[in-house]
């Protein structure tokens, strides 16, 4: 019993061992590098590859949404290169650059936003002639990085300025550098050679480190990858305001539509028996809605009696016929009308027999 234990402890082990030594054949350490979707600031700005490549270079770099003065001072060395939509950039910062850059600055543009946009007529360099699209391999490999775009055409001062560039003034280029004073502008048809996954191309290095040859090194280099608009309401208050006036004619017609009339529809009582007059009515109103005038009725029998009873005493022994007679002699009626003084006394049977039977009331009270 005791050697078939050991058998089986001795069994478990060569298992194990033999699990041991197959894991570390075939076993190999290998870094994996898995590729995620950007998130965050690469995912909104796309040259912050280039800027963290810049800055293990020892470039000083920095990507902004403005060319403000307060965020961007601009000195002679630095550069500044517009990834965004070159037509947003008004008048007053398109004299700005200019300025900034016949002192020594490098300016990087893309020119789609045409020769009449502010700055670049600031800086008239382009030839307004459209040009045609086409594309250039930035290196010799079938895979190596290209530049694509619309041509752009340089005006002929320009032209002879140029000292770096891809195509050629009669076909149109797709990159020229030339210069403006003591400083450069460099005009390329496309910035997607310098935007996140394509740095990882040795050609777009290569490319991106020429593209910044002439102030590198000397200056702050500044990456404007989007441009912010007017403030909201100085836009709201200078292409806004059709809307606005159509929403006010709107606004004062409901208003109109929906607002109380002025002034009373029917002509107001006397000043000093207004709200005596109004109490009164009021009162009668809610006696007819309450039992379609049957107290209100009662109530004026009530009284026109009480008044015959007060003036003739004799009245208070008669009932019936007798009474109506009576009532109708005192009222200076003739026999006649007896029937028309009973009938008043009975109780009304719609609103046209309650009107009459007030009518004749209100006739007999007022009689001395």
């Given at each position: 019993?005791?050697?078939?234990?050991?058998?089986?402890?001795?069994?478990?082990?060569?298992?194990?061992?033999?699990?041991?030594?197959?894991?570390?054949?075939v076993?190999?350490?290998?870094?994996?590098?898995?590729?995620?979707?950007?998130s965050?600031?690469?995912?909104?700005?796309p040259?912050?590859a280039?800027?963290?490549?810049?800055?293990?270079?020892?470039?000083?770099?920095a990507?902004?949404t403005?060319?403000?003065?307060g965020?961007?001072?601009l000195q002679?060395g630095d550069?500044?290169?517009?990834?965004?939509?070159?037509?947003r950039?008004?008048?007053?910062?398109?004299?700005?650059?200019?300025?900034?850059?016949?002192?020594?600055?490098h300016?990087?543009?893309?020119?789609?936003a045409?020769?009449?946009?502010?700055?670049?007529?600031?800086?008239?360099?382009?030839?307004?002639?459209?040009?045609?699209?086409?594309?250039?391999?930035?290196?010799?490999?079938?895979?190596?990085?290209?530049?694509?775009?619309?041509?752009?055409?340089?005006?002929?001062?320009?032209?002879?300025?140029?000292?770096?560039?891809?195509?050629?003034?009669?076909?149109?280029?797709?990159?020229?550098?030339?210069?403006?004073?003591?400083?450069?502008?460099?005009?390329?048809?496309?910035?997607?050679?310098?935007?996140?996954?394509?740095?990882?191309?040795?050609?777009?290095?290569?490319?991106?480190?020429?593209?910044?040859a002439?102030?590198?090194?000397?200056?702050?280099i500044?990456?404007?990858?989007?441009l912010d608009?007017q403030?909201?309401l100085?836009?709201?208050?200078?292409?806004?305001?059709?809307?606005?006036?159509?929403?006010?004619?709107?606004?004062?017609?409901?208003?109109?539509?929906?607002?109380?009339?002025?002034?009373?529809?029917?002509?107001a009582?006397?000043?000093?028996?207004?709200?005596l007059?109004?109490?009164?009515?009021?009162?009668g109103?809610?006696?007819?809605?309450?039992?379609?005038?049957?107290?209100?009725?009662?109530?004026?029998?009530?009284?026109v009696l009480a008044?015959?009873?007060r003036?003739?005493?004799?009245?208070a022994?008669?009932?019936?016929?007798?009474?109506?007679?009576?009532?109708?002699?005192?009222?200076?009626?003739?026999?006649?009308?007896?029937?028309?003084?009973?009938?008043a006394?009975?109780?009304?049977?719609?609103?046209?027999?309650?009107?009459?039977?007030?009518?004749?009331?209100?006739?007999?009270?007022?009689?001395?």
């Amino acid at each position: 019993m005791k050697h078939r234990g050991l058998l089986v402890a001795v069994l478990v082990l060569l298992g194990v061992a033999l699990l041991a030594g197959l894991f570390l054949t075939v076993f190999q350490r290998r870094d994996v590098v898995e590729p995620t979707p950007p998130s965050g600031v690469a995912l909104t700005n796309p040259f912050f590859a280039l800027e963290q490549v810049l800055r293990n270079v020892g470039e000083p770099a920095a990507s902004l949404t403005t060319l403000a003065p307060g965020q961007v001072p601009l000195q002679p060395g630095d550069t500044v290169l517009v990834g965004a939509d070159a037509g947003r950039i008004d008048a007053e910062t398109a004299a700005r650059l200019l300025g900034w850059v016949r002192q020594g600055g490098h300016l990087l543009l893309v020119p789609d936003a045409g020769a009449r946009a502010p700055v670049f007529a600031a800086l008239g360099l382009l030839d307004p002639r459209p040009g045609a699209f086409a594309c250039s391999r930035l290196g010799d490999e079938q895979k190596a990085a290209s530049l694509c775009g619309l041509r752009f055409r340089l005006k002929p001062a320009a032209a002879q300025a140029v000292d770096a560039a891809i195509g050629d003034p009669g076909d149109g280029y797709l990159f020229a550098r030339t210069a403006v004073g003591r400083g450069h502008v460099s005009l390329l048809a496309n910035v997607a050679p310098l935007e996140r996954l394509q740095l990882k191309q040795a050609e777009a290095q290569r490319f991106a480190w020429r593209l910044l040859a002439p102030n590198r090194g000397h200056g702050q280099i500044y990456l404007v990858y989007a441009l912010d608009g007017q403030p909201f309401l100085q836009l709201l208050a200078t292409r806004g305001w059709p809307a606005l006036l159509a929403l006010a004619l709107l606004l004062a017609a409901w208003m109109a539509m929906r607002g109380a009339r002025f002034g009373p529809l029917m002509p107001a009582p006397a000043p000093h028996r207004r709200a005596l007059l109004e109490h009164v009515q009021a009162a009668g109103e809610f006696l007819y809605r309450r039992d379609g005038g049957r107290s209100l009725h009662q109530l004026a029998c009530q009284a026109v009696l009480a008044r015959f009873r007060r003036r003739d005493p004799a009245c208070a022994r008669l009932n019936g016929e007798a009474l109506y007679e009576r009532v109708a002699e005192r009222g200076g009626l003739d026999a006649a009308q007896v029937a028309q003084v009973a009938q008043a006394f009975q109780s009304p049977a719609n609103a046209q027999a309650f009107r009459a039977s007030l009518i004749t009331l209100a006739r007999l009270r007022s009689r001395p």
